[in-house]
T-cell receptor, first 116, second 117 residues
Framework: GDSVTQMEGPVTLSEEAFLTINCTYT??????LFWYVQYPGEGLQLLLK?????DKGSNKGFEATYRKETTSFHLEKGSVQVSDSAVYFC???????????????FGQGTILTVHP | GAVVSQHPSRVICKSGTSVKIECRSL??????MFWYRQFPKKSLMLMAT?????????EQGVEKDKFLINHASLTLSTLTVTSAHPEDSSFYIC?????????????FGEGSWLTVV
């Protein structure tokens, strides 16, 4: 079945440091890939997404590129801020337009803490 | 952007009672909604797929009779935890797929904290 593997955390960085959170997936066909962020005590917010190979999703300084050859969707940010402290989830869904689209498989989540 | 609202955001109930959580799509129709459960400091586990006008599809290991799902309209799905026990305490979160679009974002609700005492 489908699966998503994220790098284990927690990740602790100083403000303005470079961030990478690795994510790899296993799925048949051409899934859509997502990064979601969860702030303490809150629900999930979509951070970015990519629906086909070589697509780059970006938002709020975060980027991730859909790499089919390596089945990866690593999250990066050039300069993190204290406000980026949260839990980050990588997820996949079956291809857009299919009946299973929206049924998300999540990675285990990575806790990011950014210190001033 | 599209909004999905969950209610209540927090609920405390006594052991043995039932509690209902609502998931509403506020500005779009959603034939399909999804219910997830999240344990503390853990990832989200899909419980079931809620389909308007038909029975929900439950994931393996999820008790259908314990977690009743009703999707009676195109904008509302409900999850009822029946005969709740302390081990049902968790964060429950729903998501909805916009019927108008084939490849767009899946919108999540804010989640509902359930504590069974």
């Amino acid at each position: 079945g489908d699966s998503v593997t994220q790098m284990e955390g927690p990740v602790t960085l100083s403000e303005e440091a470079f961030l990478t959170i690795n994510c790899t997936y296993t799925a048949t066909g051409y899934p859509s890939l997502f990064w979601y962020v969860q702030y303490p005590g809150e629900g999930l917010q979509l951070l970015l997404k990519a629906t086909k190979a070589d697509d780059k999703g970006s938002n709020k300084g975060f980027e991730a590129t859909y790499r089919k050859e390596t089945t990866s969707f690593h999250l990066e940010k050039g300069s993190v801020q204290v406000s980026d402290s949260a839990v980050y989830f990588c997820a996949l869904s079956r291809r857009a337009g299919g009946t299973s689209y929206g049924k998300l498989t999540f990675g285990q989540g990575t806790i990011l803490t950014v210190h001033p | 952007g599209a909004v999905v609202s969950q209610h209540p955001s927090r609920v405390i109930c006594k052991s043995g009672t039932s509690v209902k959580i609502e998931c509403r799509s506020l500005d779009f129709q959603a034939t399909t909604m999804f219910w997830y459960r999240q344990f503390p400091k853990k990832s989200l586990m899909l419980m079931a797929t809620s389909n308007e006008g038909s029975k929900a599809t439950y994931e393996q290991g999820v008790e259908k009779d314990k977690f009743l799902i009703n999707h009676a309209s195109l904008t509302l799905s409900t999850l009822t935890v029946t005969s709740a026990h302390p081990e049902d305490s968790s964060f429950y979160i729903c998501s909805a797929r916009d019927d108008r679009e084939t490849g767009n974002t899946i919108y999540f609700g804010e989640g509902s904290w359930l504590t069974v005492v």
